[in-house]
Nanobody
Framework: QVQLVESGGGLVQPGGSLRLSCAAS????????MGWYRQAPGKARELVAI??????????NNAESVKGRFTIFKDSAKNTVYLQMNSLIPEDTAVYYC???????????WGQGTQVTVSS
């Protein structure tokens, strides 16, 4: 079993910054992907940013709505992924979920979610 522990959410004013972190532990096989999704009230869960890894290296995919504002990065030694969020806007308000997919066997895991609220 894999556990994902998130931290770093909270209330921030528009234009502010937050950093989310997600630490993975447990029966980890080869990690294929780690990243972040979010879900705003009344909306579907959507991809924010994700890092996928293969023999060629790491690849990052960001949602268009966060490009230039959010940065995803990881510490592989700690099995931890981070999301640096700058220039936050009210539309970023959502519950942010950490996501992990293992390669072999393929399993998907989700964190418990952390609330991010952008409001003045």
């Amino acid at each position: 079993q894999v556990q994902l522990v998130e931290s770093g959410g909270g209330l921030v004013q528009p234009g502010g910054s937050l950093r989310l972190s997600c630490a993975a532990s447990g029966s980890l096989f080869t990690i294929y992907a780690m990243g972040w999704y979010r879900q705003a009230p009344g909306k579907a869960r959507e991809l924010v940013a994700i890092i996928t890894s293969d023999r060629s290296g790491d690849f990052i995919n960001n949602a268009e709505s966060v490009k230039g504002r959010f940065t995803i990065f990881k510490d592989s030694a700690k099995n931890t992924v981070y999301l640096q969020m700058n220039s936050l806007i009210p539309e970023d308000t959502a519950v942010y979920y950490c996501y992990l997919r293992t390669r072999t066997p393929v399993y998907d895991y989700w964190g418990q979610g952390t609330q991010v609220t952008v409001s003045s």
